[in-house]
């Protein structure tokens, strides 16, 4: 345990300096007032470990987390640092930052306790993991290196609105709407920007933190990656103790040594400090700061500190580090060395410090008595911000009517519009209607190198399927731009985008390739306003082309497996089937306020199924909301996507050959989804059969069939049955192809059957 008590040689060693110099003297820039400051809140933070830790062991809190050792690069960076300025992204060891930024020792142990006041978190997630709205400290995670593409992405979305200020406008509401507004009905409001406040500052700057042993994750270099190429004022920090638990940095840094490993990334400007003195912290970061606010580009602060603690309380840090090497560590504890200093430059005396540190301790002890009386959270609360309480996209608010352009026809263009076309008409229109949408991912650009655009010497690209063709013509290059080849940092750079307020709208290019975004996208987007009790939202689209049906597709550009997702809370899920349902959700998907994953099936792209005249720029569907496509008596067939023609196809043919008729329903959105419709159906025929291309067990039919057999087990006269693909992965010939992906002739068998049954 690291010693605080204050040594009476030092204190008169450093007696004799005279009243004149005490006044003018700087260290670093920083006044005596501020370094006494820097010590209280460093002891304060390392006084709340100690309490915490004490709670822990009598079970009045349920984890600790300590941020030992790294209380002076902490205190550094938030005194050169701007609380509700700049933007914040710490990790778990940055307890001393955060209370330099202005979170209270009260707020910490309400964490703790889990009560319902916490504002990090209402009681949902761990202590250390810090949320403060107001002071722009941003929800953090446990999953290590998470928040780091993030902070690229709240940088970008700062910098968006720096360079676009109207983009931050809010619409105004329609009059009648402002009328139901007072009468409190919110639900109608149709537009997240009503509930976003944007902030932004012309030279704010994103801190980011993490430790050595993060470094290794890939999601870091990704995001050192992305900060270069786009020159953004972001300040990473390593925070260098040495160990990832137990495994030492050698083993976990090529050389051992980061700084030198990314010292060859372009833009940024380089600190290595030694993060335990706060006086040359607090210079490296004002440096960085300075830096990054003239807007040359990111900087890299890392600082060599220590871990005085273990890594958590389920560690034991001597049974892989012997006691000199811990003894080593001690004699640079930044909280004795700061108390050192303060004595040796005459800035405080003994009893200077010791009434300093009685205070503290007396602050500390009314906050643990007071949060150890905090009430918890009622159990019935568990659900609440799952999703927006402000906008429910299910609503009626966001159930339009097409409208038909009464324009005279063009001779030369097809009346109905494709899938692929009637995307891009809705991304177009949303675009103009509302400046916050960009649109990223891998060829999503027309041409990154727009000179070749402007002397019109290609015509541009927009998307391997094209969807986006046009939009960086029309709408600029910082509104539609080619990201790096990384789909976690598409996602991550997109939910910090959408924690400002902007609503990017990304592409990832296939399904099969959404995976290394899998972290961002289960622990990250889904989880964000849950974790953070509303405090923070990343309402993003993410558009992704899926399935097979390719003749040649093969494993990796047919793959399905939307339930994977549909199993995530938090998370809408959206599989139209056709062109007008495609631009109807996907502008309830951008005009609604939770994160959307909208699945675009290749094949129906340009299929002649399901084409559609243009349906204006308001068409909305409400998720949630089935299309019966075809009415019937004798079975019910659920399904969604590429299955739909299919079926159609095999209802046609049993209704032709043995006049059987069946109801199909298009489920159009996985999540939320159609329960009241189908209940109705099955209601009616007691013959269900769910439909689905994605491999048959565990899959979206599962549960569908569940819900069946346990709510309407009584309306059946059947058993319940699936026709999806062969648990297999899509092979490449197309003979396999078919015989493993569900055929409108599999799909008539097991009608005829269950019809028969
Ligand atoms: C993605 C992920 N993998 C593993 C863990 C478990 N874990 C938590 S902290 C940690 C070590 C982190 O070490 P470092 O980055 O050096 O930070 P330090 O704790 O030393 O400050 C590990 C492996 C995790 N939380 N997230
Ligand atoms: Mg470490």
């Given at each position: 345990m690291a010693t605080t008590k204050t040594d009476p040689k030092l204190s008169l060693a450093a007696s004799g300096t005279s009243a004149a110099s005490k006044k003018v003297k700087l260290y670093e820039g920083l006044t005596r007032e501020q370094l006494i400051h820097a010590y209280r809140l460093m002891f304060t933070s390392r006084r709340i470990d100690d309490r915490e830790i004490l709670l822990k062991r009598q079970q009045k809190i349920f984890f600790q987390m300590s941020g030992a050792g790294h209380e002076g690069i902490g205190v550094a960076a938030g005194l050169a640092l701007r609380s509700g300025y700049d933007w914040f992204y710490p990790y778990y060891r940055d307890r001393a930052l955060c209370l330099a930024v202005g979170a209270t020792p009260y707020d910490m142990f309400l964490q703790g306790v889990g009560a319902a006041n916490d504002p990090s978190s209402g009681g949902r997630q761990m202590p250390s993991h810090w949320s403060y709205p107001e002071l722009h400290v941003v929800t953090q995670s446990s999953p290590t290196g998470s928040q780091i593409l993030q902070a690229v992405g709240c940088a970008e979305g700062g910098r968006y609105f720096g360079r676009r200020p109207s983009a931050a406008g809010i619409p105004e509401f329609p009059s009648s709407r402002t009328e139901r507004e007072k009468d409190g009905a919110t639900s109608d409001f149709v537009d997240y920007r009503h509930f976003k406040n944007v902030a932004f500052k012309s030279d704010e700057v994103t801190y980011v933190s993490l430790g050595d042993g993060t470094s290794s994750e890939g999601e870091f270099w990704e995001a050192m990656n992305a900060a270069a190429l786009e020159k953004l004022p972001v300040i990473f920090v390593v925070q260098d103790n040495g160990y990832a638990i137990s495994v030492p940095v050698e083993v976990q840094t090529a050389g051992g040594s980061i700084s030198r490993l990314v010292s060859g990334f372009p833009n940024f400007h380089f600190e290595e400090v030694d993060g335990t003195d706060v006086v040359a912290s607090y210079a490296s970061f004002a440096r960085a700061a300075r830096y990054c606010?003239?807007?040359?580009?990111?900087?890299?602060?890392?600082?060599?500190?220590?871990?005085?603690?273990?890594?958590?309380?389920?560690?034991?840090?001597?049974?892989?580090?012997?006691?000199?090497?811990?003894?080593?560590?001690?004699?640079?504890?930044?909280?004795?060395?700061?108390?050192?200093?303060?004595?040796?430059?005459?800035?405080?005396?003994?009893?200077?410090?010791?009434?300093?540190?009685?205070?503290?301790?007396?602050?500390?002890?009314?906050?643990?008595?007071?949060?150890?009386?905090?009430?918890?959270?009622?159990?019935?609360?568990?659900?609440?911000?799952?999703?927006?309480?402000?906008?429910?996209?299910?609503?009626?608010?966001?159930?339009?009517q097409p409208v038909v352009s009464d324009a005279p026809v063009d001779a030369k263009k097809p009346a109905t519009k494709t899938m692929a076309d009637l995307i891009t008409g809705t991304l177009r229109d949303e675009m103009k209607r509302d400046e916050r949408i960009v649109i990223f991912g891998e060829d999503v650009a027309d041409c990154s190198r727009e000179e070749y655009l402007k002397r019109k010497l290609v015509k541009g690209k927009g998307g391997v399927f094209k969807l986006t063709f046009g939009l960086q013509c029309e709408y600029g290059a910082d509104r539609v731009f080619n990201a790096p080849l990384a789909e976690a940092a598409i996602v991550g750079r997109a939910i910090g985008m959408a924690t400002r307020g902007l609503k990017p709208v990304v592409e990832i290019q296939f399904f099969d390739y959404i995976w290394p975004a899998m972290m961002q996208i289960r622990d990250e987007l889904s989880v964000i306003r849950w974790r953070s009790n509303n405090g923070f939202s990343c309402p993003i689209v993410i558009r992704v082309a899926i399935g097979g049906y390719l003749t040649g597709g093969a494993i990796y550009h047919s793959q399905c497996g939307e339930s994977t997702f549909t199993h995530i809370p938090g998370l809408r899920v959206v599989f139209p089937s056709n062109s007008l349902d495609a631009a109807g959700l996907l502008r309830t998907a951008i005009r609604c306020d939770d994160p959307v994953l909208f699945l675009e099936h290749k094949r129906l792209y340009r299929e002649a199924y399901g084409r559609a005249a243009y349906p204006g720029p308001d068409y909305m569907i409400p998720f949630g909301k089935a299309k019966i496509v075809q009415p019937g008596d004798a079975l019910t067939v659920i399904t969604y996507g590429a299955v739909v023609p299919r079926a159609l196809q095999a209802a046609q043919k049993l209704e032709r050959e043995q006049g059987v008729k069946v109801e199909l329903i298009d489920l159009r959105t996985l999540n939320p989804f159609d329960w009241e419709t189908i209940a109705e159906s099955v209601s009616k025929t007691s013959r269900v059969l769910v439909a689905y291309e994605d491999t048959l067990s565990w899959g979206y039919g599962a549960e569908i069939a569940a819900r069946v057999a346990d709510q309407l087990f009584d309306k059946l006269d059947a058993p319940v049955r699936r026709v999806a693909a062969k648990d297999v992965f899509v092979a490449y010939q197309p003979i396999l192809e078919d015989a493993i992906l569900p055929q409108p002739n599999d799909l008539f068998l097991a009608m005829k059957e269950l019809a028969e049954y």
């Open positions: 606010r003239e807007g040359h580009g990111p900087a890299f602060v890392h600082a060599h500190v220590i871990r005085p603690y273990s890594h958590s309380l389920s560690d034991d840090e001597r049974l892989y580090r012997p006691d000199a090497e811990r003894e080593r560590d001690a004699q640079r504890d930044p909280v004795t060395r700061t108390q050192m200093f303060l004595l040796r430059e005459g800035i405080l005396d003994a009893n200077g410090i010791d009434k300093l540190e009685k205070e503290v301790e007396a602050e500390l002890q009314i906050a643990v008595d007071r949060a150890l009386e905090a009430l918890p959270p009622a159990p019935e609360s568990v659900l609440n911000f799952v999703y927006s309480p402000d906008i429910d996209p299910t609503s009626e608010a966001f159930d339009t």
